[in-house]
């Protein structure tokens, strides 16, 4: 099939089993392939790597005349990107708060510990519903404040902003967009109505600490607050709810290197790594050049949609080794499993203990375990990939 319709052919649903015949192509047809929509695609490692550290490319919607009052620091550039995410970080990690993430390990392990109580043998379990999803969700509303009844509401409109923010050609997006719009409304205020709550009687949580900031000059807007309260809820659980369920996929798929991992647990943070690479959580990520750049001999024009598609860049062999074998032990494993440069991901470090507690959890109950459905049903989301469900027969 013609190049140009490779974004089209990612995104459409029927590839969400499994992409990674097209990146193949794209990477053969690149390293910058262009869509009949205008659109770049990139798909090399290299060139994805200079790319995100490239301050030419921006990742503000408003740089191609998209109308946007508030925004999250993710989506912003420097400076402003670098003052909201410098303010956002001091009550969760250093050096202001070093001990925040640490301080949850004790939780995450009882946390674990009960969802994996349910585990037995005979039992089907949904790794989804049943795990992936409770353990980072009850993580990120203990560390915002957020009442754990109030959840599924929380899980609805996060539901419908990330689906506003898939990557999908030749689609008219204004339903999604106007619901994703409204989900963002309802959801900041709520947040906003949180924290306020917490103004003047603190706490142990990041709302509290937002709200109650001692220094006029390190304080965010009401504006700002929300909107950062609203990143850190999705972020803190939609990429490592993928994590994990694709991790427990993998694994089954792989039982050899299952079985390695049951006699050597001391390998699972490598382990870890690899799934980051070999199966990420986000497969993709959409830039603005601010001028005319040459890559590769390509000049991308100022204005253009650019799809850096990071999950395509962790499987170039011109970076890694047989890069479709799955290698708990892969040396020099720098992915791109969390983004690179000025954003690179913010909550990381706790993503990184998240998987190593699920699955190491998990992992001993899985040797006899099968697979009910594979491919499994997988989220119509091609930017952030991962199955729905995950039936598993104990």
């Known amino acids: 099939m013609a190049s140009d319709t490779l974004l089209a052919r990612i995104t459409d649903y029927a590839s969400r089993p499994d992409p990674y015949p097209l990146y193949t192509e794209l990477r053969e047809a690149g390293p910058v392939v262009r869509q009949t929509d205008g659109s770049h695609l990139v798909g090399t490692y290299h060139e994805i790597a200079a790319l995100l550290h490239d301050p030419r ?109 898939d990557v999908k050609p030749g689609e008219d997006a204004t339903e999604r967009t106007r619901a994703g719009d409204q989900a963002r409304i309802a959801m900041g205020r709520y947040l906003l109505d949180l924290a306020e709550q917490r103004r003047g009687h603190p706490t142990d949580d990041m709302l509290s600490a937002f709200v109650n900031e001692p220094d006029p000059g390190l304080r965010l807007t009401p504006e700002e607050l929300a909107e950062t309260a609203i990143l850190l809820f999705i972020a803190g659980h939609e990429t490592t709810v993928n994590l994990i369920t694709n991790g427990v996929l993998t694994l089954l798929r792989h039982p050899e290197q299952l079985d390695r991992l049951r006699r050597e647990p001391d390998l699972l943070p490598r382990a870890v790594e690899e799934l980051l690479r070999y199966e990420p959580p986000v497969h993709m990520r959409e830039r603005v050049p601010l001028a005319d750049i040459d890559v590769a001999g390509t000049t991308i024009p100022a204005g253009a949609s650019v799809v850096l598609v990071l999950a395509s860049g962790n499987r170039d062999p011109m970076r890694f080794p047989e890069p479709d074998r799955f290698d708990p032990t892969r040396p020099d494993n720098q992915h791109l499993g969390f983004g690179s440069g000025i954003h690179l991901c913010y909550g990381a470090p706790l993503a990184r203990i998240e998987a190593q507690a699920a699955l190491g959890a998990l992992i001993p109950h899985l040797g006899t375990a099968r697979l009910v459905q594979d491919p499994p049903p997988y989220r119509q989301n091609a930017m952030l990939r991962g199955p729905r469900h995950l039936p598993v027969q104990l």
Request: with cysteine; proline share 11%.
């Open 57 to 165: 490319m921006s990742a503000d919607p408003r740089s191609r005349g998209e109308t946007a009052p508030h925004l999250p620091f993710l989506r912003l550039d420097d400076p402003e990107h670098h003052r909201l995410r410098t303010l956002a970080m001091r009550p969760f990690g250093p050096p202001h708060s070093p001990g925040r993430v640490d301080a949850m390990r004790d939780e995450i392990a009882r946390i674990t510990k009960e969802l994996t109580d349910t585990v037995q043998a005979g039992r089907q379990i949904d790794i989804v519903d049943d795990f992936a999803y409770p353990l980072p969700v009850t993580v990120i509303c203990r560390l915002l404040g957020v009442p754990r009844e109030d959840e599924p509401l929380l899980r609805e409109w996060s539901d419908a902003l990330v689906t506003s923010a």
